[in-house]
């Protein structure tokens, strides 16, 4: 079943409380770090990269905290936020090498809430950088073959899904599943060359109103 895409309200998307600007330059986001295990790990194996890994629930970004502090990568950066107000504040079009949304919830009772069902996933698309890409990570067969399903008749971009190893661990939840004898697996999507999106101008502006700005842009 092919899920309907409304437009994503951008404009009306107030900054996350207590909400800080970051730099232009590339980098790499995390979405739903939970405690960090990834967020940690990647930023260890790869110090040449920036990763923001965003949490929103309290208990996971304080567990993920306080394991940075003992480990302290240089080249990551924690933030507790709703991802959606956050990416639309904080991040430029074209500016993120590649997101990591592993594990996410499936939403079993509502499935509007999915990634690639969400009309916000166009604006996660422009912030992307060409040859960019987005990395989704589930347990669950169903959720991948949907979003399969998503990525060819609604967003149309380019993927390959990969079985997990089972000696994977980079995330809590990962070493888990696999313990359990679960399939896990990942869609790497790519945005190629020419990809266009709604909001491949749009850059949120501190301070103003966003009606305001949605009326700006309208002249």
Same mark, same amino acid.
């Given at each position: 079943?092919?899920? =309907? ?21 590339? %980098? ?17 194996? $790869? ?20 394991? $940075?502090? %003992? ?8 933030? $507790? ?29 509502? =499935? ?45 971009? =380019? ?45 949120? %502006? ?14």
């Amino acid at each position: 079943m092919i899920m =309907p895409i409304r437009q994503f309200q951008a404009q009306r998307m107030h900054a996350p409380r207590d909400f800080q600007m970051i730099s232009p330059d590339p %980098l790499c986001v995390e979405i739903g770090a939970g405690k960090g295990k990834h967020a940690l790990l990647f930023t260890a194996n $790869h110090p040449e990269k920036k990763l923001i890994a965003v949490e929103r629930t309290r208990e996971k970004f304080v567990a993920m905290q306080k394991q $940075h502090s %003992l480990e302290g990568q240089q080249n990551l950066q924690l933030v $507790h936020a709703d991802a959606l107000p956050w990416v639309v504040h904080a991040l430029q079009p074209q500016q993120v090498e590649q997101f990591f949304i592993l594990y996410p919830n499936p939403e079993p009772h509502n =499935p509007a809430q999915r990634w690639l069902n969400m009309p916000f996933f166009e604006f996660l698309i422009s912030r992307l950088q060409v040859g960019g890409q987005i990395t989704l990570a589930s347990n669950i067969p169903e959720y991948i073959e949907e979003a399969q399903q998503q990525l060819i008749e609604v967003w149309k971009l =380019p993927f390959v899904k990969e079985r997990i190893a089972d000696s994977s661990a980079r995330t809590h939840f990962e070493i888990k599943y696999l313990e359990r004898g679960e399939l896990c697996q990942q869609l790497i999507i790519t945005k190629p060359e020419g990809y266009r999106t709604r909001f491949d101008a749009f850059q949120a %502006l501190q301070g103003q109103n966003p009606q305001a700005q949605a009326s700006d842009q309208a002249e």
